[in-house]
Nanobody, 125 residues
Framework: QVQLAESGGGLVQPGESLSVSCVVS????????MGWFRQAPGKEREFVAA?????????LYADSVKGRFTVYRNNDESTVTLRMNSLKPEDTAVYYC?????????????????WGRGTQVTVSS
């Protein structure tokens, strides 16, 4: 059974940086497209970033994070990391890692079959 576990959330001030990571177990990591989603209180879960099999050759970002966030993966260690720079208060949310049996990066939440439990990121002064 595929399991995902996020780590690295925390409290930071506006303008600071933070990385959240996800380790995958119980499956062949390299065959999954990996996605990051987030959910703020009272809002729906929204797409943040995704990376396909080939890594940097297939990435997607939400417009709200483009240029500030970077997603990358390490297939040898079965991990995917979201590096978040220039954080804003509106980035505050629970961040979820997800996996989809797809080749290229995708934004559609319904295409992701596996999910982690999430990690809290809070941006506040």
């Amino acid at each position: 059974q595929v399991q995902l576990a996020e780590s690295g959330g925390g409290l930071v001030q506006p303008g600071e940086s933070l990385s959240v990571s996800c380790v995958v177990s119980g499956g062949t990591f390299s065959i999954y497209t990996m996605g990051w989603f987030r959910q703020a209180p009272g809002k729906e879960r929204e797409f943040v970033a995704a990376i396909g099999w080939s890594g940097a050759g297939s990435t997607l970002y939400a417009d709200s994070v483009k240029g500030r966030f970077t997603v990358y993966r390490n297939n040898d260690e079965s991990t995917v990391t979201l590096r978040m720079n220039s954080l804003k208060p509106e980035d505050t949310a629970v961040y979820y890692c997800s996996a989809a049996r797809r080749v290229t990066a995708i934004m559609d939440r319904d295409m992701y079959s596996y999910w982690g439990r999430g990690t809290q990121v809070t941006v506040s002064s």
